[in-house]
């Protein structure tokens, strides 16, 4: 038995990730590594290899006679619905009937006694095609006009079109944002194991068990209550395991009650990738008017987005790129217009930040061109259109939400400073004016994140607490642990709340059995929501404590208090398992079930009006970087992050979030570039073709810091902030920083209109264009 009585054990300041030494050593345990039990048998899925085509007969007799095939499933073995769309839109199919509408699209799926097996013989498909012409892209969707996936969402406020129109000085542009693709190490992956009656279980790597639990009942066409989902960790989801990962449990627990054996699917890497969803790229027009000073008087923004064949996430995501569009800066007159539209490609899907990083690039991108158009430091120019404080007139977003905690100001003037941010601008400067191969930039670039889901009804959560006779404490959650430390945090926060170390916690797998509804683990909400649950659930163990003991000493109960692994009841002083003990033997309830939902927001689409956000999250980031103007290869030679948390659950695992979060958001901007052939089949669909940021791109000298000072005003669990999403954002200082150095081929006097990935060849093809202009 474990000893408790140790005070030197206690560990509340920063406990490690729990599951660090497991992840360093291999020993931690994913969805692959549970132990087959024997007949398990394996799936796998038959894709389309059309991008755009009526399907007009299959013969899958090779495909059913390959060896070790047990059988094979499409649609019309599905005994509920067709269907795993998340907005309950009804327009993602599991299995392609009569038509497919992208290249990786399932038609079917083979199921045998391994996986190599089933793998080999969903290619011996026979498939008879008539193509259609397929639409791959933004601009040939809107030439089509072939429509919406979702509809669009129009946020205004103030007279954009007046104000333009007056505006001293008025720039006109189009920016093209590249998708990014999730490349988390562990693929998607279900493994489903049959029960009694309809029963089902399904171990899944998924970021919303909830959704995958409902998902399978409706395929299955049984009631959620015969379906449970567990998920002990992730080996990274990124926002691409919160919805895609339907289909695989679906399928596996199709074929699972179909043979009653065990069915794992688990596709390969380049199967993986086309087959599932990514983050949008788009195309964003903007006509923005300003004043001298660099002020900006009005915008108008137009923001298209590829987002595949199906609704998936598009219409929340699209919102948020508008959410975002404003990023740290006020618009006195604004409109802004979303387009997601409908094309033969995976519909894409949820990533880290949500829409919100296209928002936020396309407001630097203005703010770039203002500066180049005036000759101006872009910092100075952010400055000039940062939001002010409630009340003087600069508060108010375009969804008519006011700034109540802007804090950008202290953190860019701070961060200016220890990062002698003016003084190595000055000497970039100068090393520019000496001419010569290699340019150099730096930029300082701003972060305002609004958290919480704008579906306000996902903004809530369930935690289940057991406190055991022996003094141990069993927690449950409704969040998933995808390598982020939310169960270390919220771990935490139940062994604060009751005075124990940290080690008298045992943090257990997510399972829809204990916690029902849950939200998906998305929206940076992981710890605001599920923290404040099982704070909820401690304390009304605590309280029951609280009564039993001041009854049982006779002492007014705010004589009692919980700390040190010990319990102080007046002058009387106990382990905490001796209360609990005590507690058990007088029948107090031990065991409690907490729930949070969080207050303020509301939202009305219609009107584009409300409050989406419980509150903002700040950040800043300075980057320095190198270019080689004959090849465009370039370099991060520094980067300097203060980025803001609120009161820090657990400082160390928040800057590795920091710090991760920039490195993926710069690969986003620099070298992660998706592409797809005039078939519409995915050619970077493997970590051979798709480059994302290795040990070597990360910046030379990289500094990341916590404002100490900062605390969230709304009484989120211990203060503090979100910090999963907003950093991803910081990424674009080095964006930023790639433009300048381009731009200095021609005297600063042109934005160079970088699109992103700046890949080395547009960054040369940016430079040959600026050297032609400055001719």
Not at 555 to 579: K, N
Not at 696 to 709: C, E, H, I, T, Y
């Amino acid at each position: 038995m474990k000893d408790f009585t140790e005070e030197t054990a206690l560990t509340q300041t920063d406990p490690r990730h729990d599951s660090a030494v497991k992840h360093v050593t291999g020993r931690a345990e994913y969805a692959d590594d549970i132990p087959e039990p024997v007949g398990t048998l394996h799936a796998y899925l038959g894709l389309s290899t059309r991008a755009h085509a009526r399907i007009r007969a299959i013969d899958l007799t090779r495909v059913r006679g390959a060896a070790g095939v047990v059988g094979v499933l499409s649609a019309a073995d599905i005994p509920g619905i067709n269907d795993v769309s998340p907005t309950g839109r009804d327009d993602e199919a599991i299995f392609a009937t009569d038509k497919v509408e992208f290249w990786g699209q399932p038609i079917f799926a083979v199921v045998a006694e391994s996986r190599d097996a089933a793998r080999r013989a969903a290619r011996l498909a026979e498939i008879d095609y008539e193509d259609l012409p397929p639409l791959l892209d933004i601009d040939a969707a809107r030439a089509a006009g072939d429509g919406y996936v979702t509809p669009p969402l129009t946020l205004e406020r103030g007279e954009p079109g007046p104000a333009l129109a007056a505006a001293p000085h008025r720039i006109r542009g189009r920016m093209r944002v590249g998708g990014q693709d999730h490349m988390y190490l562990e693929g998607h992956i279900a493994f489903a194991l049959p029960g009694e009656d309809d029963d089902v279980l399904v171990h899944s790597s998924t970021q919303h068990p909830s959704e995958a639990q409902h998902m399978v009942a409706r395929v299955l066409g049984i009631r959620s209550n015969d379906v449970t989902v567990n998920v002990r960790r992730m080996g990274g989801g990124f926002g691409g395991k919160e919805t895609q990962m339907n289909l695989f449990c679906a399928v596996a627990a199709l074929a699972a009650k179909r043979w009653n054996r065990p069915v794992k699917l688990r596709p390969d890497r380049d199967d993986d990738m086309q087959a599932t969803g990514k983050r949008h790229d788009f195309v964003i027009d903007y006509d923005v008017g300003f004043d001298e000073t660099g002020r900006i008087t009005a915008l108008d923004g137009e923001f298209a987005a590829r987002c595949g064949f199906s609704s998936d996430l598009s219409g929340p995501v699209t919102d948020r790129a508008l959410f975002h569009a404003d990023n740290a800066y006020f618009y006195p007159n604004v409109r802004l217009r979303s387009h997601p539209l409908r094309t033969n490609t995976v519909s894409n899907t949820a990533f880290r930040g949500f829409g919100g990083p296209q928002g936020v690039i396309a407001a630097e991108r203005i703010i770039e061109e203002i500066a180049y158009s005036l000759g101006k430091d872009t910092l100075e120019v952010r400055r000039a259109n940062f939001y002010g404080q409630p009340g003087d007139g600069r508060d108010l977003t375009p969804y008519h939400q006011s700034v109540e905690d802007n804090v950008i100001g202290r953190i860019v003037d701070e961060l200016e400073a220890s990062s002698d941010y003016q003084a190595r601008r000055a000497a970039v400067l100068a090393h520019n004016a000496r001419g010569g191969v290699i340019r150099r930039g730096i930029a300082l670039t701003p972060v305002k994140f609004g958290i919480s889901f704008t579906a306000t009804w996902y903004n809530q959560a369930g935690a289940l607490v057991h406190v055991y006779n022996d003094g141990s404490i069993h927690l449950n959650h409704g969040g998933t642990e995808m390598g982020q430390g939310l169960n270390t945090k919220i771990a935490q926060i139940v062994a604060e709340a009751f005075g124990v170390e940290f080690g008298r916690v045992k943090i257990t797998r997510t399972t829809t059995e204990k916690v029902p509804n849950t939200s998906a683990t998305a929206a940076s909400s992981g710890s605001d929501l599920n923290g404040m649950a099982a704070l909820d659930a401690c304390q009304q163990i605590k309280a029951r404590l609280v009564d039993f003991a001041a009854e049982r000493w006779g002492v007014a109960p705010e004589a009692i208090r919980f700390e040190g692994g010990r319990v102080h009841v007046g002058d009387t002083t106990m382990r905490f398992e001796e209360l609990i003990g005590a507690a058990y033997m007088a029948r107090v309830q031990l065991s409690a079930a907490g729930f949070y939902k969080t207050p303020k927001i509301h939202w009305d689409r219609a009107a584009g009006k409300g409050r989406p956000f419980y509150y903002f999250a700040y950040g800043a980031s300075v980057s320095e970087v190198s270019i080689d103007t004959l090849t465009g290869e370039y370099r991060v030679e520094r980067t300097d992050i203060l980025h803001d948390v609120g009161r820090s659950l657990n400082a160390e695992l928040d800057i590795g979030q920091v710090g991760g979060a920039f490195v993926q958001g710069m690969g986003w901007l620099t070298t992660e570039e998706l592409w797809w052939d005039k078939a519409g089949q995915l050619r970077t669909h493997a970590p051979s073709t798709y480059k994302i940021p290795l040990a070597s791109d990360r910046p030379r000298v990289f500094n990341v810091a916590l404002a100490d000072w900062s605390e969230n005003r709304e009484p989120t669990i211990k203060r503090s902030k979100a910090v999963g999403e907003p950093p991803f954002m910081l990424g674009i200082s080095v964006f930023e920083a790639l433009s300048m150095a381009v731009a200095s081929v021609a005297d600063y006097r042109v934005c160079p209109r970088l699109d992103a990935p700046a890949t080395p060849e547009r960054v040369l093809m940016a430079v040959e264009r600026l050297r032609g202009a400055r001719a």
